[in-house]
RNA sequence: GCAGCUGUAGCUCAAUUGGAUAGAGCGUCUGACUACGGAUCAGAAGGUUUGGGGUUCGACUCCCUACAGCUGCACCA
């Protein structure tokens, strides 16, 4: 390691996209270089504080810990050793008990922008992270035959954000919509069916022709509360779910029509969030699967008969254990014969391991299904392990409830489920009134655009910008409003910026407009540097987690960035140098904001 | 009953998974440029991180305990 002193660098000196990364590597090449017990060392770089650079490594602090050294010693010693690449690119100080802070060059930040500039430069450094791998996100997942409530929601929103990063970070993504189309209900249904069609054949077409999910969704609360009224009734739908399973064209025809009807309405939510999936394999599709998986996991020792099920027990876990005191096996197989959620699960998890040939399944589901996921990998875990097939990564991505503003969850006045169609038309709508006051002087056609993308874009950024985890809190008011951590404030910031191009007649991106910039200079235009270059700190974080609302938060403080700078900095001045490295950074800063809304789902606006 | 999750500013949420002085927004208060778009920006006040104990250089984070809320527990998905 020789050469360059750290003022020489170069515009051939490369800068990688994930800097942490790369002082990462730099550091444990220090580390071998002061005779540090390599293994022990674990740099622990973080993007830092603003007040302690750019870049924080805590490692030294843990590993003197270890080896009983003085830490400030260790640190010192480290740092006399790091390689002339890493020094090139950022000043380092120890500061405390023996935090090593990192402060970029203005030279790195300025070939880190040129660098990873434009769609496809970015694209390309950001798709290292999964490169070669095979996700299956499993999301949405709403019963057929009845409308998407709010409690559709999440998954949707959370699963496509997920499926979006994935994506980008390089990951062969398939998006796999694991519907409820098999089971008890459609028995119920079917019987309903055909007495309405006795009853009035005309009017059941009709009705089917104006509304016909929720017609069907009618049909199936008529046979439901019947079945459970008369027992003669049950035993009839009983008989035509039977009939159903055994193949008879009739119902065979009535079930394919109750799908596709759903399928349809369903499709219509998601062009509103922007979803399109590759796959909608629902339990039916996974019918004729489950056979084989009962044998095998008979056959391996996995699964026993119990009560008359087969059941899974994890004798290894108190919960699931056999001698639990009230034990909770998995049952994979009902006393019936019947399968069930767990069955068909399983038969999934096969299909997505030897089919599509998956490294990582995920599970975007709300997390009171905690149990059953955690039963159901342990399960798979055995299945796997004992038929010697390499298990692919199983994750449960739980979400929490949505709840009103008075702490329950979220329902109408009389106390139903609120429909997701209805959910969303109330968002555009409210967008729609604030867009009339605020930019009255577009057209009308112009406003309804604005108003759809704000308000689907509001609903989708809310849910978002919350760790999944929690519960959420779904208020109206200030989803919508102008202020704070919200779509509007992000969109608002995308359409200042296209408003500035516009206006200087130039397009974002073109060298053109950024040939002959200057280095930065102003306090507010490095500081929006430092922030545009974290972008790579924050896709890697997000991709690492699984949680789209670390990716919220740096998009909000870079959209604050922004808004800083160009309260301080105006762009469209006389002198081309100044003026074109202020293009520049306009240009960059859109280019992220975009692309990572587009990231969430959220569609955005030129203006608004 | 057993188990899991949660408890952070008046409210809604963060805190890079054990790091430096716990940060934002809303609300409240004070300011800014007849504007490259004010759906903006700058600032102030607001905290014993539910209570109590422990682990260590360091705890919102880990362990124990008490309290409060939510959730799940044999054939629904």
């Not at 935090?99 to 970015?122: C, I």
């Not at 019963?143 to 699963?159: D, F, P």
């Not at 789209?548 to 909000?556: D, G, M, Q, R, S």
Request: aromatic share 8%; hydrophobic share 45%; with cysteine.
């Amino acid at each position: 390691m020789r050469g360059a002193s750290p003022g020489s660098l170069t515009d051939r000196m490369p800068v990688p996209f994930h800097l942490a990364a790369a002082l990462d590597a730099g550091l444990k090449q220090a580390a071998a270089t002061a005779g540090f017990d390599v293994d022990r060392f674990v740099p622990e770089v973080r993007v830092a504080a603003p007040q302690h650079g750019d870049f924080q490594a805590n490692g030294v602090l843990a590993y003197s810990k270890q080896t009983k050294q003085n830490p400030r010693a260790a640190a010192q010693a480290l740092v006399a050793a790091l390689p002339a690449d890493l020094t090139a690119l950022a000043e380092v100080e120890i500061a405390g008990p023996g935090f090593l802070n990192f402060t970029l060059r203005p030279a790195t930040l300025e070939t880190w922008l040129a660098n990873f500039g434009s769609t496809a430069t970015l694209a390309a450094a950001a798709a290292e992270l999964l490169a070669g791998q095979t996700w299956v996100v499993d999301y949405s997942s709403p019963n057929t035959a009845k409308q998407m409530h709010v409690g559709h929601l999440r998954s949707a929103v959370i699963g496509e954000a997920v499926a979006r990063i994935a994506a980008f970070a390089g990951a062969r993504v398939i998006r796999d919509n694991h519907i409820g189309d098999w089971g008890t209900s459609f028995g119920k249904i079917i019987w309903a069916y055909k007495q309405a069609l006795a009853a009035d054949r005309a009017a059941l077409e009709a009705a089917l022709a104006e509304t016909p999910l929720e017609e069907f969704e009618r049909l199936y609360k008529v046979g439901n509360t019947t079945a459970d009224a008369d027992p003669a009734v049950l035993e009839a739908s009983r008989a035509e779910l039977v009939k159903l399973q055994a193949g008879a064209p009739e119902n065979t025809a009535i079930w394919r029509r109750i799908g596709e009807v759903s399928v349809a309405a369903f499709q219509k939510i998601y062009d509103l969030l922007g979803i399109r999936f590759d796959h909608t394999l629902g339990e039916s599709f996974y019918n004729d699967k489950v056979a084989a998986v009962y044998t095998e996991l008979v056959a391996c020792g996995v699964a026993e008969e119990s009560q008359g099920a087969l059941v899974v027990f994890h004798d290894e876990n108190p919960r699931y254990s056999r001698h639990a005191e009230r034990p909770n096996p998995f049952i994979i197989r009902k006393a019936d014969g019947a399968a069930n959620y767990a069955s068909t699960d399983l038969a999934t998890i096969l299909y997505r391991a030897e089919h599509f040939r998956a490294d990582t399944a995920l599970y975007v589901v709300d997390k009171r299904q905690g149990d059953h996921f955690e039963q159901l990998f342990l399960t798979a875990q055995k299945w796997f392990a004992r038929t010697g097939r390499p298990l692919l990564r199983l994750e449960h991505l739980g979400f929490g409830t949505v709840l009103g503003e008075d702490g329950r969850p979220l329902k109408t006045r009389s106390g139903e489920n609120i429909k997701l169609k209805d959910l969303l038309a109330e968002a555009v709508e409210r967008a729609r009134r604030l867009v009339d006051e605020k930019s009255g002087e577009l057209s009308e056609a112009e406003r309804a655009a604005i108003a759809e993308i704000v308000g689907i874009g509001s609903v989708q950024y809310a849910d978002l910008s919350q760790n999944r985890s929690s519960d959420y809190t779904f208020a109206w008011d200030k989803m919508i409003s102008l202020e704070g951590n919200t779509a509007a404030y992000l969109l608002y910031a995308v359409a200042r910026i296209h408003s500035i191009f516009r206006k200087l007649g130039a397009t974002p991106g073109d060298p053109a407009s950024e040939a002959g910039a200057s280095p930065l200079e102003s306090p507010t235009e490095l500081a929006l540097a430092r922030k545009l270059v974290q972008f790579a700190d924050a896709q890697a974080q997000c991709t690492g987690s699984l949680r789209p609302h670390v990716l919220c938060l740096y998009l909000y403080e870079l959209a604050g960035a922004f808004s800083a700078f160009y309260t301080v900095e105006k762009v469209a001045v006389e002198d081309p140098a100044i003026r074109a490295r202020r293009l520049r950074l306009c240009a960059h800063t859109l280019l992220l904001l975009e692309t990572g809304l587009g990231l969430l789902g959220l569609r955005t606006l030129i203006r608004m």
